[in-house]
């Protein structure tokens, strides 16, 4: 078998693997998530392809109690985070015009007074995929943040530790996201023997 074709199959093989084994974590049966930034739930590693977390979060009536909802969680190395989708939505007050506040930084904790340690942040809400569906694409508005100050990335998020938090004050909100994650592209022969050979050529470059 060729072994491009064997790369395929093998990614093919894992595919179903995380499909079958997807991390899921609902409150009503794994318990309420952390609302302590300094002591975020550990949810562990996220398997290849969806993991789901479903929950409640925000204030009834926006006098309640607020609920924050906060997780750490790992990617491991050769795989990156290339989706955070919000598939569910609904609230108490059964407004669907609600801004809620997300943040995401690296390591085992998010500093919850200062958003200039944040990797990103922004603000998210209800929308749809065009057929009545819920979607907003949390990824691509973190991705395009921060909107409170913070550090930024660009793309995809690698491996590494990462913790969560969304934050709701005016409202009760039910969410379902769906953080997807996918294999790092691995170079064909072909492409990684190119690159060593350009590597090779701007080492002599600098050498002369």
Known sequence: MPF??????????ALLCGAAQALDWNETFNG???????APT????????????????????????LDADIWNFTI???????????????????SLSNDSF?????????????????????????????????????????DAGPEFGGIGFDGPLPSGNYTFWIQEGSDQVNYTIDFVTSPVPVPEPG??????????????????
């Open 191 to 208: 492409s990684a023997l190119l690159l060593g050979l350009a590597g090779l050529l701007l080492l002599r470059r600098r050498r002369a």
């Open 76 to 94: 491991d190395a050769g795989m990156s985070l290339t989706g955070i989708n919000l598939t569910g939505y609904s609230t108490t007050s059964g």
């Open 32 to 38: 309420d998530l952390s609302d302590d930034g300094a």
């Open 4 to 13: 491009p074709r064997f790369l395929s199959v093998l990614a093919a093989s």
């Open 102 to 142: 997300m943040a995401i930084a690296t390591g085992s904790s998010i500093e919850t007074s200062d958003p200039s340690l944040h990797l990103s942040n922004a603000l998210w809400g209800y929308g749809t995929d065009g057929f009545g569906n819920t979607y907003t694409d949390l990824l691509a508005l973190l």
């Open 42 to 65: 550990l949810v562990g590693t996220l398997t290849l392809g969806h993991n789901i977390f479903t929950g409640t979060m925000g204030s009834l009536g926006g006098t309640g109690p």
